[in-house]
């Protein structure tokens, strides 16, 4: 644990030192990332699937606010959904422009949930983000991360029925609107796993704001435990079908990717709690104070005990 504790405080000051470059690397990798997985996932049009783009568009992404990174992967997106259908791509923009008008005019800074959401979904670990967005934002965090399934599912949507979308030409124009929207939103598994994504911030959010001993760590299991029975209630309400398999193994991943972020984030001491008590001309304050857990580089002493540059004094007569 020792080593751990000294790595977070390693990487804490190399952040501290570096956090402009750190920041651009994090953008790099994080739009590297959701480009690399939207080409393995719907890379329809061909264009834009080679490294060459991945790099160019992640260095771009690199100097940009999260806000423009979504922007730009949104068209890369609408891109690859075009090369399929015109029509589904013309409703998947008015869905983000809908989103963006609505709510990043007024809290852009959350707009990276709305791409971890999809991403989460393509590695398997859809119940992460919902335990780390109600460790690090508040319940408003909801909106992106439910708009996020929705991407997801028109997404995959335009995956399993590209060949029927690309061939249905002579189905007629509006007919084919009301066709796609009905496909799209009326999916019950996605109306399942907003469901659960809603639920999951949060029990997590309430839980980590009450001031009780470990209660980041009860909000990460409870929160999990929380989003697992929403998918059993959604699975007898709805009828829908999840591979418990997958369903258990993700969910443990997601309990292991929130706890990692609560040792780096909210590591504290739970043994020196210390109470105060103080007031003023109008209230009566009771504190609960928590040392954080901080530990310094242990220093490195190197004693020399034999100074080979200077060699054994020879008395004379030897």
Request: glycine fraction near 6%; hydrophobic fraction near 55%.
């Amino acid at each position: 644990m020792m080593m751990f504790l000294v790595l977070k405080e390693q990487l804490k000051l190399l952040y501290g030192k570096y956090a402009a470059v750190s920041n651009g690397l994090i953008k790099f990798a994080y739009s590297f990332s959701a480009v690399m997985l939207m080409n393995g996932n719907i890379g329809f049009m061909t264009k834009l699937t080679g490294l060459v783009v991945a790099v160019g568009v992640s260095i771009l992404c690199a100097f940009l606010p999260y806000g423009a990174i979504s922007f730009l992967l949104g068209l890369l997106m609408l891109a690859h959904i075009y090369a399929v259908s015109m029509e589904t791509a013309l409703i998947a923009a008015v869905f983000l422009i809908v989103v963006a008008l609505l709510y990043y005019g007024f809290q852009p800074g959350d707009s990276y949930w709305l791409v971890l959401m999809p991403m989460a979904f393509s590695l398997k670990i859809p119940f992460a983000i919902p335990l780390l967005a109600g460790l690090s934002s508040g319940m408003t965090a909801a909106v992106p991360i439910g708009c996020g399934v929705v991407v997801y599912y028109i997404l995959q949507y335009v995956k399993q029925n590209a060949g029927v979308l690309t061939n249905d030409a002579s189905v007629d124009i509006t007919q084919k609107f009301v066709q796609i929207i009905r496909a799209l939103f009326a999916n019950k598994m996605m109306i399942v796993m907003i469901m659960v994504c809603v639920i999951g911030i949060l029990t997590v959010y309430i839980l980590r704001t009450l001031s009780v001993d470990y209660a980041w760590v009860i909000a990460i299991v409870a929160g999990t435990i929380a989003q697992m029975a929403a998918v059993f209630i959604g699975d007898f309400m709805f009828n829908v079908s999840i591979p418990i398999a997958e369903m258990l193994a993700g969910a443990f991943l997601s309990m292991l990717i929130a706890g990692i972020y609560h040792f780096f984030v909210f590591a504290v001491d739970y043994t020196r709690t210390e109470y105060t008590q103080f007031e003023d001309d109008d209230y009566v304050y009771y504190v609960k104070a928590v040392p954080k857990v901080v530990v310094s580089k242990p220093a490195v002493r190197v004693q020399r005990i034999n100074n080979p540059a200077k060699g054994r004094r020879v008395r004379r007569g030897d």
